[in-house]
């Protein structure tokens, strides 16, 4: 240990420690802008400069470790005159949008001008010298993330959490030097275009408004506001206790109640758990590895409901889609059962004839969820997707005192009903726990093993295994780094019988979309709380979920029947290739939406539709069709959909027709230039009906 003066206060701290954590400990507040824990610390904003006794220049508090006797000043005339001027040169250069901004009042840089009355007197000035290059500024390519330069401060937290410190996928770097400095994309295509997975860990770090989600809730605002729709709304398992900090509770508080409360104030007709049906996801994902286990195939199955995971495979490792369980993530599966199902049917005539359909939404933990709600083959399910911040803004909004609702709020049924296993999928490892408590059962094993796995828990370790009696041996992939540091070697594929991938390190509860905490304990003080809901539900196993089980009883028969398969089930394609192409083509058909449709085409493309209609030429002509010759879209149970014969096989072109009938396609395609950028689009499209 060693002791320092911060301010005139002594405090004693480990070797190692930060001035900056040194002077948290005594008590004393440093401001910051680059500083996140857990990232590197570069010093870059200058805002936690501070005199230390005997040095002749100011020092960054985040980067300078303590020292035994160290005389430490943060607040002196002369500190606060430079954080003063470096405020300035930043506002400068800063656009003054905060009351149109996404982030008001949780940006710290607008924070630091309210606590010390900075006032703007300055001219302003462009983002880089006369002449210096251009990068792409505003950038709303990207279904979940939504990218504003001229906000940013470049304080490199974005750049390092996406990069070697965090996430590995270095989507998001440095470009230039100097005054010209900017984080970019991998060369500075749209967000789009590059293979981001959607995982919005640069959101949650970026302490202004350069990088946020892609906003929601202003549509839900609008929409619950106009009372024209019965509105469906369900909550993910994270959500329930992050949501807390938003509004000044103690970490790790649970608020099922409050928030339930909170919804039902906001004007939502119908307040659902997605806790049902991640029991419903483990029914269907364990029957499918014991399937798979006894058929000796596909081994081993890796989970399949963290979206940012989903993406990451298709975009880097195509040759793993036949290993991705097919199951749906529970929030899509409780979309679909939200519209076309039974509870759908029970709204009214019009919900049963297809004439409408219920305003479904969702809130996450998790950024990647918008991505996730308009893949083809699921697109329409989910309307709108919320993450917690953007909930907690919607509370805000409308003036709700969320910390003095009462917790009684309960959910609504069919679809709230919920058990500790559906609980614990918030978490890194809960997937797979959940898992083996039902597969465990499944196999008549369940009487001999424990409900709870500690191998399987933790928000810091990479990689975590357990070998289950009976079944064999799972494993857990605590980070999109952690899984592919475990795929660079080929052991995976003997070892394990099953991988459970969460993108973001901690699970969801680590999701893009959650409140940003600067206390670097924040993840085990929300698992610690998941983790307890758990150890108190009267049922802890998704197989005794009873209205999970009343579901299979009245429409679905068992776990991965026809009927199952069809509602609760999706496929895959590999990126860039001629079947995702395919499925998205069809899913633009599905939608009725021929603009969307045509711009997959070359402007001269051929459809040769194997039918009546015969052959289409051109862009504008297939758009025509399909927005004016096929028969309007009918919605909820009516809803009409391809899907693709197999799963994931990433060749197969054969497609199963709503009414039952099979064609495969094939399919010619050609590179399309403009705007400095390229995209493959289908040049000849011909069915073959089989």
Known sequence: MIMLSVNGRQVEVDHGTSLLDAAKAAGVHIPTLCYYPGLPAHAVCRMCLVEIEGTQNPQPACHVLAKDGDVVETDTQALQSFRQANAEWLLARHPNDCMRCEVNGACQLQRLVSENQWEER??????????????????????????????????????????????????????????????????????GDTNCISCGQCTLVCPVGALIEAPHWHDVLHTL??????????????????????????PGTVSTGRLINALRQLGFDYVFDTNFAADLTIMEEGSELLARIEAGTRLPLFTSC????????ELNRPDLLPYLSTTKSPQQMHGAIAKRSGFARSLGPDFANGKTEPYVVSVMPCTAKKDEAVRPGMSGDVDRVLTTRELARMIRSRGIAFGALAEDGQFDSPLGESTGAAQIFGASGGVMEAMVRTVSHLKGADDALSLEWESLRGVRDGVKSATIP????????????????MLDKEDWRKEFIAIEVMACV????????????????????????????????????????????????????????PAALELLHTHYAARHSQRSLLMRFLDCVDRRDGAAAASLFHPDGIWSTASAFGVIKGAEEIEAFIDSILPPRMHGVKYARHQMETASNTDDLTVLAPDGSRSSFHMTVSTL????????????????VL
């Open 470 to 485: 009976g079944i064999g041996t799972v494993a857990v992939c605590n980070g999109i780094a952690a899984a592919q540091r």
């Open 225 to 250: 506001d106009s009372g024209r729709r019965v509105s469906v709304v369900q909550v993910a398992p994270a959500t329930r206790v992050a949501i807390s900090e938003e509004f000044g509770l103690k």
């Open 306 to 313: 963290c979206p940012g995971w989903v993406n990451w495979v």
């Open 673 to 688: 230039n403009g705007e400095g950028q390229s995209r493959m689009a289908i040049k000849n499209l011909t069915r073959t």
């Open 122 to 191: 300055w001219p302003k000035v462009p983002a880089g010298p006369t002449g210096a290059s251009e990068c792409l500024s505003t950038d709303h390519t990207s279904p979940s993330i939504w990218r504003d330069l001229s906000k940013c401060i470049e304080c490199g937290l974005c750049a390092d959490v996406c990069g070697e410190a965090v996430q590995q996928q270095h989507i998001i770097g440095f470009a230039n030097r100097g005054f010209d400095r900017r984080p970019v994309t991998v060369f500075d295509q749209p967000l």
């Open 506 to 561: 901690g699970g969801c509860l680590g999701g893009g979309g959650e409140p940003k905490s600067m206390d670097p304990d924040i993840l085990q003080k929300r698992a610690k709380a998941i983790y307890g809901v758990d150890a108190k539900a009267p049922r802890r196993s998704s197989y005794e979920n009873a209205d999970v089980q009343a579901l299979y009883a009245s429409e679905l028969g068992k776990p991965n029947s």
